[in-house]
């Protein structure tokens, strides 16, 4: 399905404030970038460079005062998610190289702390390793987690989700990716857009690494969707955040849209 995507961010900066911005997508397995557009008011000096995750990202710096970031993409999007009941787990010694860093406890997801392997062995005991435990974990995540805006803050860490069973869905993200890795399993977060989220918003999802590949995995979501355009990949939320300032700016409004290309997009 072709789907067209946005979002335009209003922001209001005290004085010049450097900036690193990822919203723009680039072609991978699920997806391919028909189009896109980026636009920023007023204008100036972007310089584009390529994070050590593969990520897009745009450097600048906002001038004094009302700053508008809009972007548009149309891409065409896989259906349906690839679901692999029974599919092995890989050792850790068959790992990429490159996939070995998404095994370690990280600023939101520490993995390491007992509470999260206790709470990991219990979820999959009995099971398969490999797809079967991550899709367990998210399962558990989606009937225990309670879904709710204004519970959580950009601090917030897996554990604390763990604790408290409510959060939204960059929470839900960390905690599956936390479980995972503690049972050995390599998980990254994923940043971008969902076709019918409601509410609609950016979103976040995890990935595990099982049988050789990637495999996505959405806690909010109670059965599998596709049509999702990726943007970013990293760790956690520290290595994916759309909007990285340095210095005083605030986010005025922020406007998300997901639609089939057919269809006019807001302006």
Known sequence: MKIQAGCELRFTAEADVPIILMLRPRSGDA??????QYLIDPVVPVTEFTDSYGNLCQRL??????????TSTQAE???????????????VQDLPTDVLGFLLASRYCPSDQPA???QAAAIVDGLL?????????????????????????????ALETLENRIGVCRDFTHLGIALCRS??????????????????????????????????????????????????YGRDAADVA???????MTLDNMEVWVKPADTDTPT
């Open 129 to 157: 390793p490999g797809y079967n435990q991550a899709e367990a974990i998210r399962k558990w995540i989606h009937e225990q987690i309670t879904y709710q805006y204004g519970t959580s803050n950009a601090q917030t860490s």
């Open 116 to 118: 999260i392997a206790k």
């Open 242 to 248: 759309f909007v990285t300032q340095f210095g005083p």
């Open 183 to 232: 049972l050995n399993i390599p998980a990254r977060m994923v940043v971008g857009y969902l076709h019918e989220l409601d509410p609609m918003d950016l979103h976040a999802w995890f990935e595990a690494f099982v049988n050789g590949r990637w495999y996505t995995f959405d806690a909010t979501q109670a059965v599998p969707k596709g049509n999702r355009i990726s943007v970013a």
């Open 31 to 36: 997806q391919w970038i028909v189009s896109d």
């Open 77 to 91: 999007t896989a259906d349906e998610i690839d679901v692999a009941v029974g599919a092995p787990y890989t050792p």
């Open 61 to 70: 710096v906002v001038p004094a005062g009302p700053f508008t970031v809009s």
